[in-house]
C-alpha cells in the first residue's frame, strides 16, 4: 500500500457510524434509481460487492435477489457487515488483491463510493481491470461514485462550507466533506476524480461506458432537497466488458 494512501474507513468509529447508515437524505438519492437501472441491464443473479463498508449496499443488492459477496479492506468495516448480517458472506481482501475470487464469476460487480477513496490513475486501472475479469458473459458492472460537485456544494446530508480549498482541486487532488447524518462529524478525505479521468481509465482498464446516470432530486421526494435539485451529488456509470461491453 502507498504510504501516502490511508483508508480512512480502517477505524472503529467511522464503521460505528456506516453501521448505523442506511439510506437518509442525500444517500438516498444515489440509490433511489438503481433498481431501475440494474433491471434496464441485466439479470438477477450473483453480485460481488467491492468495498462493501458496513454493508449497506450489500444488504441493498439483497433486497434485489441478488446473491451477493461483499468485499472490503477494511477489517473494522467487514465486521459491522457480518455482525448486521450474519448469514452474509463477506471476505477480507488485502487492497489490490482480488486473488482469491480468481475461480468465481459475477453476474454484476457493484461498487459503491469505493472509488471515492482510490488515489492514482494506475491503481485505479489495476482495479477496475481485475474487477471487469470477474464478469460473466454479458455481466455487467455498476460504479457508483460521487461527482466532483458534491465537494463544492451544501446537501442535506453533507457540508463543504469548512473547505473552500476544495474549489481549487483537480483530477487526483484530495477533497473533504463532513457527513451530517452521523455523530462522527470528522471530515470523510477523498480524492477528485473527474468525467474525463474516469473515461480514461474505463478505456485503459478495457471496459465500456454503457451509460452514465446523474439522479437528480425531484419535487415527489421525501426530503426537503437543499442542492440537490440544482445539480446531482452522484455519478452511476454502467460498465461492460470488451469493446462492445459485451
Ligand atoms: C464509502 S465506503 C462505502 C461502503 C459501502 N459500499 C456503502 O455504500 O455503504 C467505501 C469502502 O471502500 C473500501 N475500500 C477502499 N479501498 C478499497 C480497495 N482497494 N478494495 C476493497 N475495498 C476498498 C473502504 O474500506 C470502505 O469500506
Not at 504510504?3 to 442506511?22: I, T
Not at 471476505?91 to 461498487?111: E, H
Not at 482510490?118 to 461527482?147: C, K, Q, T, W, Y
Request: with cysteine; proline share 5%.
Amino acid at each position: 500500500m502507498d504510504d501516502a494512501f490511508q483508508n480512512v474507513y480502517e477505524d472503529e468509529r467511522r464503521a460505528l457510524s456506516y453501521a448505523g447508515l442506511e439510506f437518509p437524505g442525500t444517500y438516498w438519492l444515489a440509490f433511489r434509481d438503481l433498481p431501475e437501472i440494474l433491471r434496464r441491464h441485466g439479470r438477477v443473479g450473483s453480485a460481488l460487492d467491492f468495498g462493501c463498508g458496513a454493508g449497506r449496499s450489500t444488504r441493498f443488492l439483497g433486497s434485489l435477489g441478488f446473491r451477493v459477496l461483499g468485499v472490503d479492506i477494511s477489517r473494522a468495516m467487514l465486521a459491522r457487515a457480518q455482525e448486521r448480517d450474519p448469514q452474509g458472506e463477506y471476505l477480507l481482501v488485502a487492497d489490490g488483491d482480488l486473488s482469491p475470487l480468481k475461480d468465481r464469476r459475477f453476474d454484476l460487480v457493484f461498487s459503491a463510493f469505493t472509488f471515492d477513496n482510490i488515489p492514482d490513475h494506475e491503481r485505479r486501472v489495476r482495479l477496475f481491470g481485475a474487477l471487469g475479469d470477474l464478469l460473466a458473459a454479458e455481466g455487467r458492472m455498476v460504479n457508483l461514485v460521487s461527482a466532483p460537485e458534491i465537494y463544492v456544494h451544501e446537501w442535506l446530508s453533507f457540508s463543504t462550507r469548512d473547505f473552500p480549498e476544495n474549489r481549487a482541486a483537480g483530477p487526483g487532488d484530495r477533497v473533504r466533506i463532513v457527513m451530517l447524518d452521523v455523530e462522527d462529524r470528522r471530515p470523510v478525505e477523498d480524492v477528485l476524480w473527474t468525467d474525463a479521468d474516469y473515461d480514461a481509465t474505463f478505456t485503459t482498464a478495457g471496459l465500456t461506458l454503457l451509460e452514465t446516470h446523474r439522479p437528480l432530486g425531484l419535487e415527489s421526494d421525501p426530503f426537503s432537497w437543499v442542492s440537490e435539485r440544482r445539480v446531482s451529488p452522484w455519478i452511476v456509470h454502467v460498465l461492460g466488458r470488451g469493446a462492445h461491453g459485451g
